[in-house]
């Protein structure tokens, strides 16, 4: 029964499976859509801006704000000593996120005071007012100091299995190196925002751009030191977040509820883009160490990784994103011994966070790497070394954390996409085309994705939702996950309509908000529709049943006869419209509204013996791209790029071809122009779109073919069969690095590994390019 | 404002001058009077005008989510259709146009423009943040085709876009919209004469000057009374396109009490071609002077076409790039490299300079206070000149140059008779390569001649490290760049990732 359903031919438009637009097109494209700047603001409303440090890492000797107060309109100044509550926003309960900076400050931007005023522009000017004297300490910016004397936020992970130093030493072949992984901002367009009103008693509401509404909730209730109760966070969409808020928009949030119960008026902190990209947390850079030991094969058969990663001056949630680089450190391919270690380092820089794919992508590039090294050694083509690495079905299939992979169907991905864009013939085209020393050189790789779904920490895999039917036979729904344009909203109406069968304009999913469905997990990890589509679909079924059961007795049939069909309900014989029968449910006094919940099976991790089950299924794809570089300065495009990819049954093909499209792009970013430049005193000079550099239109692949994998359902009981698309396309991006890479090579021949960071910028690669020629 | 006249120091009849700026925001007329000098269109639209729809996304012209759209009628007849940044234009320069913003697109029945049920069709929106600048950037697009009827294709889409970041769907559906809907009519165009004739109407002489306890914002309507304001206040800030005073304002929140726009100024944007050149009006656009530079020089065009974004093109001016000195501008070393003659006025005084004189020093230029550049001479280059311009940045489009190589080379029978060398991004001004100009001129154009000059090059700069480029790589690249001009210059191909590859051997 559960799926059957989808199969029908009679299902309603707008169900599942189809490319339904989302839900907010008409509202984006007309200006409309609401975003928290939007709101409408309430008389009186004040403005807060913050003061930030000047220095890397300093005590604080003293602050004089009175020519912050002396900036007409200014009407509330805020340092750590006003705060009502806890001066604490760490999300992980280390207590080292000071909202406001105290006695010292860790970071080149970090927080020290907030000043509420009646205007942005003067909070603005006077958050630039203070007169404050440091006494500077010796700051810790980069991973290679921070080496030198780890010291980290929080206690590094081990998986290992097997004798690896043994089977590293027996390897016929050997080989070591060293890769850095540079982070990457999120540039959401829309940037940290929040707005606080005062209510009665302890009560606050606020409208904040947040993926996790019940952790903003949490923690705003703590600063204001109040009960969670009190504390109302509402979300209706984002301009994007890309993780960029699951936690950073904590601080804003708490620091406008604080100005509001303060001062008894609306407050909104809205933060510059500089001030944005200088405050927030970006995604990890890594120095990753390989030891690897293969045969003439190419076959691995021992890997020892180590995975050191820039925190920043806090945890935050440097922890599972570590660990989730030592998870993906495997990507496709079995080691048959193993020993992954990682070393979250604490720097005097911005708290590193969440970022689409949360470490695991930093994992993978890692293991990629050292595909590449094999290749070189061996001279094979780093696909055919690639795929003799593969995970096995049935054999060679258990990862280093001990998850046997299941549902492995990577070789299916690779060979559809290998026959799709012509690797191979492209492949030597494109080598004896680059034997005549061209300026301008190519290069093509094809690289896989195998991506873990669900949270590692096993208690977020839980979700719940509330579902109305209104006596008109419309529907609201309400979840715990929020939309960041990813299609959320538009998803979960498609589950209640596939469910319910109706019409889909009379379903609407409401604005998330913690007074709605409580302790939500953040929207994050790819589980928003996975977790929230079946609590979605759990309420709707309790409501159907109960629909059922009244529509068996009142029209006196057996249940089993009663069927919920495009835009009416078979009862027997007879078809009642749904709205119809809505009603005589209403006045046969039925429930008409329902909670549902949901939690993953399978599921279990045990961090500290580095064992378990954390994934309840892996998600599956592949990317050949070609470049071309230019060898005299290092400039490149991306002339083609094909992916095939797995979304099981996809619940909406169009919206899941735009996360693979833009998942592409954005991680192409981050392995080619997005370089996070820090100078000597610890700030960072890359805090604006005129010097951070994403991907801008022309910069996409000139050929960009995306195909969602065939018959493709998913092995678990996941909704509708569907898998998580959020994070895993961004992976793809990988092949773009490989491709260079490529391309640099074949200026010295092949013959030796080009060993290229990333961010791989034009001057990088020119570097790598006379490297090689040297 | 009689008083504010008077101490204005100038004698024109009362009633004359204007104390309001005018335009049409939609299908309003608008009279806005006592704003702050410094106001944004932004900031004027989203806070008393209630546009939300309009977003901030960065706040100094580079991300595009504020896009909005000036119609202005165009010399000779007809309109001309410009995206802009509203967050880095003011409230003052809107005069005497149209402003549309996204709210004005869908017909009043709700029926969407053309472009917008496109983007809704094509998925071309995810988190719809980044979405009505977009539209705006694409229907500009659509209106200014509309004079040719020309289908665009994605090289075109590209190019009117590179000003619009989008951090969710990657572009190609946006692209996908954009083919499927930019040449498709729409109300606009059986629009165009009413507007047009709605606009000549605001037409009129008057300088305007707008005040406010925060300041003055002046917009003279003839040179001489341009000239004549900056004699009176010359501390006065010069504002043409307004798309680094806009940085000042948002960014650095400089208090600018007295603006003097040179956009009204009749004939100020001027593009004059002589049987020597060009004469370029201070005020000309990127967008104005494009076609005539690439036909001049086609190289310039490219260059021009990676300049900024079209929204920086349409506001920002080549007059105002070299008035502020910076060493990483684009336009000033190819028009160095070009022989650019520069003509400066101080109230009746005149004065003309080569251009790469008129660069001082890193900040500082040869301008007097109250001085102000008046227009630009570009010569036609002398036969057997070749002259090539790249543009070498971390991304192709909308960013700002790491290194720019210009280049006027002049052969004969393969020997270099004439070079002018200039760079951007080498040092704290536009500056020529001299030493490297010697190493060429009199030798065999051959790979000697190349080895030799990049050799002076190294004598020739100093360049910085930034975050955007290493020391290194700027004097490795501007080396290797000769490389690349020999190779244009000699036939071999192809040279070229971005652009039409026919420009490297025009």
Known sequence: MPDAIAERETSAEGGAHRSRRHESAHKHVTGAAAYINDLPEAPGLLHVALGLSTRAHARLVSIDLDPVRAVPGVVLVLTAGDLPGENDTSPVGKHDEPLLAEGHVAFHGQPIYAVAAETREAARRAARAARIVYEDLPAVLDIETALADPVLVTPGATMQRGDWAAALDAAPRRLSGTMAIGGQEHFYLEGQVALAEPGEDDEVRIWCSTQHPSETQHIVAHALGVASHAVTVEVRRMGGAFGGKETQANPFACL??????????????????????????????????????????????????????????SADLSGPVTDRA???????????????????????????????????????????????????????????VRRRNFYGIGERDLTPYCQTVEDNVIADVVDTLVARCDYAARRATIRAANAAAPLIVRGIALTPVKFGI????????????????????????????????????????????????????SVRVTATTTGKVPNTSATAASSGADLNGKAVQAAVRTLKDRLVTFAAEQYGVPPDTVAFLPGRVRIGNQDVPFAALIRQAYFARVQLSATGFYKTPKIHWDRDAGRGRPFYYFAYGAACVEVAVDTLTGEYRIERADIVHDCGRSLNPAIDIGQIEGGFVQGAGWLTTEELVWDAAGRLRTHAPSTYKIPACGDRPRVFNVHLLDNAASHEDTIFRSKAVGEPPLMLGIAVLHALSDAVASVGGWRVCPRLDAPATPERVLRAIETLRA | MQDEAASYGDNRPEGVMRDHVRFWLGSSRQEVRGIAPTLTVLDWLRGPMRRSGT??????????????????????????????????????????????????????????????????????????????????SLFAMGRDMGRDGAAPDEAAIDDALAGNLCRCTGYAPIVRAGLASIAADDAWRAEAAAIEARLRALDDDEDVVVTSPAGRFSAPASVDALAETLLADPDATVLAGGTDVGLWITKQMRVLPHLVWVGRVAGFADITETADGLEIGASATYSDAMAALGALLPDMGELLRRLGSVQVRNAGTIGG??????????????????????????????????????????????????????????????????????????????????????????????????????????????????????????????????????????????PLDDMRASAWYRLRVAQNLLVRLHAETTGQAPTRLVGAPELAHA
Request: aromatic letters at 8%; one cysteine or more; proline letters at 4%.
């Open chain 1, 256 to 313: 406008a509820a604080i100005v509001a119960k303060k001062t008894g008026r609306a407050a909104k902190l809205r933060l510059d883009r500089d001030d944005d990209m200088i405050v927030t947390g970006k995604r990890h850079e890594f120095v990753v160490r390989y030891d690897v030991g293969y045969d003439d094969d190419g076959r691995i058969h021992a890997v020892d990784m180590l995975y050191a990663a820039r925190c920043g001056y």
């Open chain 1, 326 to 384: 030592l998870f993906h450190a495997d990507n496709c391919y079995f080691y048959p011994a193993v020993r992954l270690r990682s070393l979250p380092l604490k720097t005097n820089t911005c708290s590193n966070t969440a970022f689409r794919g949360f470490g695991g992508p930093q994992g993978m590039l890692g293991g990629e790497r050292v595909i590449e090294e094999v290749a070189f050694a061996t001279g094979l083509d780093p696909l055919e």
């Open chain 1, 454 to 505: 669900s949270f590692t920490a096993t208690q977020f895999n839980q979700a719940a939702a509330l579902v109305h039917i209104y006596t008109d036979g419309s529907i609201a729904v309400n979840h715990g996950g929020t939309e960041m344009g990813q299609g959320l909203h538009t998803k979960i109406a498609q589950v209640a309509v596939e469910e319910l069968q109706v019409d889909a304009g």
């Open chain 2, 55 to 136: 977003k901030e996304g960065c706040n100094e012209g580079d991300c595009g989510a504020c896009t909005v759209v000036v119609v202005r009628p165009r010399a000779g007849g007809g309109l001309t259709w410009r995206a802009v940044n509203a967050c880095i234009q003011l409230v003052g320069q809107l005069d005497g146009c149209l402003l549309l913003t996204v709210e004005d697109l869908a017909a009043a029945d709700g029926t969407l423009h053309p472009v917008q049920q496109a983007m809704v069709d094509l998925h071309g929106s995810q988190c719809g943040f980044c979405t009505p600048g977009f539209v705006m």
């Open chain 2, 321 to 462: 790039n070299i008035a502020n000195g910076s060493p990483i501008g684009d336009s000033p070393p190819a028009l160095i490299a070009a022989g650019a003659t520069l003509h400066l006025r101080r109230g009746d005084t005149r004065r003309s300079l080569p251009l790469e004189d008129f660069f001082i020093a890193y900040g500082r230029q040869d301008r007097a206070p109250g001085e102000f550049v008046e227009r630009i001479t570009v010569p036609r280059p002398a036969p057997g000149t070749r002259f090539r311009a790249y543009k070498v940045s971390k991304r192709f489009d909308q960013d700002i140059t790491a290194v720019l190589g210009c280049y006027a080379i002049t052969l004969d029978g393969g020997r270099v008779t004439a070079a002018r060398i200039a760079h951007g991004g080498m040092a704290g001004t536009p500056k020529r390569a001299t030493a490297a100009e010697a190493a060429l001129i009199g030798r065999t154009w051959d790979a000697d001649a190349v080895r030799a000059a990049q050799g002076a090059l190294a004598s020739d700069y100093m």
